[in-house]
């Protein structure tokens, strides 16, 4: 019987509800053919740690019962061997994946399976059912469990009894089958490219290449889920994944673990190679200026306006952004930050005095009660340090590729530097050490919104140290 013809029906108990922080309690491993078991496999696990009350009251399953059993280590090879080429199945399949492929991880171990999930699979062949979690099926279905309720290999079974029901009509087969393949159907996939090598491709963060006959890039995406998103282009019918279908070759691939890298790195190649599918991004263009100039009375001004070619080569640019918001933003970041003038900044032009100066933020440049020599040194002075986007120098320690590994992104003199990766030996607070891991990258306009907006959106598990 082809392997690719075999489920692993798989059901897991925990101590709680995060695979990043809980442990496996006990696992139960049922091989399917699609219509009975052809093998199973149940086994206790030492989480080596305290079971919660709450979950031992669900489980049943106590401190005293998996004391003597077996770490997940000493079950992993088990688990990849029964598992190896089958199609992982469980009911809620994100939870018991998720949970395999986490112990895998800190073990070192990157696990990868093609997954179905049966309570999707359950909503698509039985739209009538109002509820679908497994107790309100097994009750549905009459499936039976026993006593069994919350241990790993009662629920497995019963998600086997009712994967069999789903499965005996050969049209359920064909929808389960593009589950599996996120939608995607061979006759759908480029000439070079098969489902085999899609579902090859990692579940981790990183960039990704297709490349086209003559080894071009002609697109670059990230994805804190290579895998998923890849096979999400081919799966949809739009004018981009036709134009995928015709052109892609290849496909490479990048893990980089911290979600800003992937971003940094994404926004840099796309930058450096200008892939032709990468229309959007790759014809980013900053028409938005920040600019300044003198007044009749001498004063420096600021300002920001939508501008040609022909007209930043006349004018005195500072900045340029892609939207008049972010210009707009620029502006308002550095007459705070500077104290400067509204008047003279463009902001509040109707008013004298500006309202700044009303609230005591504005020396009176607007009401010539600061002279043009005086107010100009700070403009001045403020217009020096718009070279740089940050106001302090420091380093980001985000997620490595493996749990022994931190990503370490530098931003020094203002501008972000480039990015490396320090294994668990390298001290995290030493400056000096860290900074000699930076692959450097050229700073561009996009990388200090990349950078915001990560710190800002409160993505990742990041820390900074301030240099």
Not at 51 to 76: G, H, K, L, Q, S
Not at 139 to 147: A, V, Y
Not at 331 to 344: A, G, S
Not at 392 to 410: A, N, Y
């Amino acid at each position: 019987m082809s392997k690719d013809k075999i489920y692993a029906i798989i059901d897991i108990e925990t101590t709680g509800g995060r695979a990043a922080r809980d442990k496996i309690t006990e696992v139960a491993i049922l091989l399917h053919d699609g219509q009975r078991v052809i093998d199973t496999y149940e086994t206790l696990i030492n989480p080596e740690r305290g079971i919660p009350d709450n979950i031992t009251r669900i489980t049943n399953i106590t401190n005293e019962m998996v004391a003597e059993a077996p770490r997940f280590y000493e079950v992993a090879k088990k688990i990849v061997e029964m598992t190896e080429g089958a199609i992982f199945v469980a009911h809620n399949v994100r939870f018991d994946y998720g949970f395999i492929k986490a112990e895998f991880k800190r073990l070192g171990f990157t696990y990868t399976r093609r997954q179905l999930c049966t309570v999707r699979l359950s909503r698509k062949v039985f739209p009538e059912i109002r509820r679908y979690g497994l107790s309100n099926l097994i009750k549905h279905f009459n499936l039976t469990i026993g006593e069994n309720r919350h241990r790993a290999m009662g629920d497995a079974a019963a998600t086997a009894e009712l994967f069999e029901i789903i499965m005996n009509e050969t049209l359920n087969q064909e929808e389960a089958q593009l589950m599996v393949n996120l939608g995607i159907r061979e006759s759908q996939l480029p000439a070079n490219i098969n489902l085999a090598r899609l579902h090859e491709l990692p579940e981790e963060t990183g960039v990704y290449y297709f490349y086209n006959k003559e080894g071009d890039i002609i697109y670059v995406g990230k994805s804190i889920n290579i895998k998923k998103r890849v096979m999400s282009h081919f799966a949809k019918q739009t004018p981009k994944s036709k134009k995928l279908y015709e052109q892609v070759w290849d496909i490479q691939y990048e893990v980089t673990g911290s979600e800003l890298v992937a971003l940094l790195l994404e926004s840099q190649e796309i930058k450096t190679h200008h892939p032709i599918v990468n229309k959007a991004q790759r014809s980013r263009s900053y028409p938005y200026a920040i600019y300044s100039y003198e007044n009749q009375e001498g004063y420096t001004c600021i300002n920001f306006a939508k501008l040609n070619k022909k007209q930043k080569s006349t004018l005195n640019v500072l900045q340029e952004y892609s939207s008049a918001l972010s210009a707009k933003a620029g502006v308002t970041r550095i007459l705070q930050k500077h104290e400067l003038c509204q008047t003279f900044c463009n902001v509040d032009t109707l008013k004298r005095p500006c309202f700044y100066h009303q609230i005591h933020k504005c020396t009176g440049a607007c009401i010539g009660k600061e002279s043009p020599e005086d107010y100009n040194a700070r403009v001045h002075n403020a217009i020096a340090h718009m070279d740089t986007d940050f106001d302090e120098d420091f380093i980001l320690i985000d997620q490595g590729r493996s749990e022994t590994e931190k990503s370490v992104i530098l931003i020094e003199n203002g501008i972000y530097q480039g990015f490396g990766y320090a294994d668990e030996d390298v001290p995290h607070d030493s400056v000096d050490d860290l900074k000699e891991l930076i692959e450097p990258y050229i700073h561009n306009p996009d990388t200090y919104r990349i950078i915001r907006s990560f710190m800002a959106g409160g993505k990742g598990d990041f820390r900074m140290i301030r240099i």
